[in-house]
């Protein structure tokens, strides 16, 4: 069975599914948990984070944390803190990343800095992230404090990745595997310690934790990957960005470094575009270049290989078959997204 996320040939990517029931079934049990956490908050401080949170999102980080958790002979019951945990970290960093990138909105609604101020942003992030090591060592068992240290190491790695994404920024090229390494770090740090975080407290051996770790891993890489395919072709509907928005941003994603990396006359021109302030007619042109270069579909097999990687790594370990078979659905769900 082939694990494409985009026809051969085509370079489109294909509609989103619809979302698996495990990620339903587990912000059923990680919303309740998330809002209790948010009321140890500083009063002053629950209205800009309610307000964040209001906007939705699907819990895939929280959701692999339950579903690792069943995988490993574990219930998910088990894992709700280091789901809520995990979801905690990632919103503190969506709070920050929304000030970096000078996004007004997310999700169709007012980002936290745009309606409240930068100040608040940035103390909210701070105190979601101090919470979420707050809500594993509530009680320090041994299993919460090495969820604890695997959260800790995650944190660490995105901090490292968005610096290298900014750094970035200021240079003219980058390669395909230095892009590679800073997505490892900021996207699939924290995915990979979701799952392991799972395992971990469903009462896995290091071994197991280590082989979901590394699935989540894998499919952080691939969710970046589609996600830098959607910065450049995305339809703006369903985005909710402009056409090209990471071509105007001149962000150097990994369609930018691959483009780099063959050392062409496109690569050179690119080059010179991303060196001066670019209008919508010079994203057109970027676009075309992208397109006439095969760098679509290059990008995309990069993401079918870090799927495949991703699905292996299950295939290592001993696993309960049907959360196993919600693991393989996650992924392929959140790896053929369309925003």
């Known amino acids: 069975m082939t694990t494409s996320l985009v026809p051969p040939g085509t370079g489109r990517t294909p ?21 209790a956490a948010v009321e140890r908050l500083d009063p002053s401080l629950h209205e800009p984070v309610r307000h964040h949170l209001a906007g939705g999102g699907k819990h895939v980080r929280g959701g692999l944390a339950l579903v690792a958790a069943a995988a490993v002979g574990g219930t998910e019951g088990e894992a709700v803190p280091g789901a809520v945990a995990v979801e905690l970290v990632h919103n503190y960093s969506l709070l ?14 007012p980002t936290v800095w ?10 909210a992030g701070d105190a979601l992230a101090a919470l ?14 090495e ?8 944190n660490q ?8 994404d900014m750094a970035f920024e200021a240079r003219a090229r980058v390669t395909v595997e230095e892009c590679l390494a800073m997505e490892r770090d900021k996207t699939g740090a924290l995915l990979s310690a979701a799952c392991a975080i799972g395992a971990v407290l469903g009462g896995a051996d290091g071994a197991t934790a280590e ?8 499919l952080g890489i691939a969710f970046q990957a589609v996600d830098d395919l959607l910065g450049v072709w995305g339809d703006p509907s369903s985005t909710g960005k402009p056409v090209g928005a990471d071509l105007l941003a001149r ?20 080059a010179s575009i991303f060196s001066r302030a670019s209008d919508q007619s010079e994203v057109e042109r970027a676009t075309l270049l992208l397109e006439r270069a095969g760098v679509r579909d290059a990008v995309a097999a990069i993401a079918d290989e870090h799927l495949r990687q991703g699905l292996g790594a299950l295939d290592r370990v001993e696993l309960a078959d049907k959360p196993k078979e919600e693991l393989v659905e996650v992924a392929r769900y959140v790896t053929a997204r369309d925003r």
Do not use: C, N, W
């Open 15 to 35: 509609a989103a599914p619809r979302a698996p029931h495990a990620l339903a079934r587990a912000s059923s049990l990680v919303v309740p948990a998330l809002d």
């Open 96 to 109: 920050h990343d929304d000030i970096i990138d000078g996004d007004r909105e997310r999700r169709h609604r």
């Open 114 to 123: 745009a309606r409240f101020g930068e100040g608040v942003a940035i103390v």
């Open 132 to 145: 979420a090591i707050q809500v594993l060592l509530d009680a320090p068992t041994p299993a919460r404090m």
């Open 147 to 154: 969820a604890a240290r695997r959260l800790a190491d995650a």
């Open 157 to 164: 790695a995105m901090i490292s990745g968005q610096s290298a």
């Open 211 to 218: 082989a979901l770790g590394e699935y989540g891993e894998h």
């Open 251 to 270: 962000k150097k994603t990994l369609p930018i470094a691959v483009a780099f990396e063959r050392g062409d006359a496109v690569a050179d021109e690119l």
